[in-house]
């Protein structure tokens, strides 16, 4: 019934949304600005508010047309090189600059937010890398007849992608896949998989929750599997073509995400209030342009979401040497031919210091030589794969340990 009532609401909304968006749309026209009148402006305001005040369900644009290489503007072209239900292997074509580079498969999060959410991930990677990433669908477009989508098939599609790649490719995990992305990179060592990755990097990711336990790790742990299938998992509501599929919905991750930090979100949005009603829309174009992609959210299906809660945060089986694949026991000590680099932020409040770094002791099968770990001061969790600190520290290194194993 959770998503039923969110769906009606949503539905009510609608027409209300869009008649404050044509509202403020005509009281910041070129006529009515001239009037200078604070009253207009601030109605203004709180009717561009009212229009924010909904989600969206549909994936935003990466908007990456070009990149800087040199001194050249090389164009960037989406390309959608495998596809199943459940995912897309979405490459980033470059122009032709006569020299093969790199090729790196980022394995986006799944949960609640589109892959565009690491844009600035695949930005910076760009100019030195030939750039694929795991661009997941939403479940509530998935129908029924598609099958399940539980932990090992998200494995599987770790694995398609890398051998659709061709082999000697680069794996970077970013966040709550790192667990998924390590087990498919062992499955792939213990099989001889060709397409197994040159390098793997592992980027503020649940290797093994454990260690400092943070307020999410705790939430795992303080409930049962059958409370979280209970109270968060639902179906998706008539019109959709995933109609009837069971799934954590996106709108209960943002609220989750959201709920962690209530002060900040309400005071961002008051500061917004106050750029538009001022008429200052660079600076609230800033906060626009962030919430646009943060309320923009997809479905897990519930196998996936209660698999990963149940193996990754309560029961550790990856640490514990207790994982498996399709019945078969996954062994971490089976790589030995992938570099393996991992990286943590120091102020990281969703995967906190060392549960990243337990993946090192986990693969015992690398030579020291080829193993290495990042510990970046003065960040959280978004900081370790976006922003300034990303780009002009933590990449260096990602690539570094790339080139030295391709």
Same mark, same amino acid.
């Given at each position: ?16 949304? @869009? ?75 470059? @122009? ?13 999060? %799944? ?59 680069? !794996? ?29 990097? !592992? ?51 943002? &609220? @989750? ?14 500061? !917004? ?11 609230? /174009?800033? &906060?626009? &342009?962030?919430?646009? /992609? ?45 570099? %393996?680099?991992?990286? /943590? ?29 990042? %510990? ?31």
């Amino acid at each position: 019934m959770l998503y039923y009532a969110y769906q009606l609401q949503a539905d009510l909304m609608r027409p209300v949304r @869009a008649m404050a968006e044509v509202t403020a749309a005509m009281l910041n026209g070129p006529l009515v600005s001239q009037l200078d009148s604070i009253t207009l402006r601030n109605v203004a305001a709180a009717c561009e508010m009212v229009s924010r005040a909904g989600l969206s369900h549909e994936r935003p644009s990466f908007g990456i047309d070009t990149v800087r290489i040199g001194n050249e503007d090389v164009p960037v072209t989406e390309v959608a090189a495998f596809s199943t239900p459940f995912a897309t292997l979405l490459h980033f074509k470059k @122009a032709s600059l006569g020299k093969k580079l790199p090729r790196v498969l980022v394995v986006a999060p %799944l949960s609640g937010h589109f892959a565009t959410l690491l844009r600035n991930t695949v930005e910076v990677l760009l100019p030195d890398h030939d750039v694929y990433i795991t661009d997941w669908h939403n479940a509530r477009e998935i129908p029924l007849d598609a099958g399940r989508f539980g932990f090992d098939e998200y494995v599987d599609h770790v694995i398609r992608f890398l051998e659709e790649m061709g082999p000697g490719a680069h !794996l970077v995990g970013v966040c709550q896949p790192c667990a998924h992305a390590f087990a498919a990179v062992a499955v792939m060592a213990q099989t001889g998989n060709p397409a197994a990755p040159a390098s793997m990097t !592992l980027m503020a990711g649940p290797i093994d929750t454990r260690i400092n336990p943070t307020k999410v790790n705790e939430l795992a742990t303080t409930h049962s599997i059958e409370w979280f299938e209970r109270n968060l998992i639902s179906r998706v509501p008539s019109g959709f073509p995933g109609a009837g599929r069971k799934v954590y919905p996106g709108f209960v991750q943002l &609220t @989750a995400f959201m709920s962690m930090n209530p002060g900040r979100h309400i005071n961002t949005h008051i500061d !917004l209030f106050g750029h538009l009603s001022k008429g200052d829309f660079e600076k609230a /174009e800033v &906060t626009k &342009t962030f919430y646009d /992609e943060y309320f923009a959210v997809l479905d897990l299906t519930a196998e996936f979401y209660l698999e990963t809660v149940n193996l990754v945060f309560q029961e550790h089986v990856l640490p514990r040497g207790k994982l498996t694949w399709h019945g078969e026991k996954v062994e971490p000590a089976a790589i030995r031919k992938t570099a %393996l680099l991992t990286v /943590e932020g120091e102020r990281d409040d969703i995967c906190s210091v060392g549960q990243t770094l337990a993946a090192q002791d986990l693969c015992t099968g690398i030579r020291p030589y080829m193993k290495r770990h990042h %510990l970046q001061a003065g960040v959280g969790h978004y900081g370790v794969f976006s922003g300034s600190r990303w780009a002009g520290q933590i990449y260096p290194i990602v690539r570094n340990v790339i080139l030295a194993n391709d």
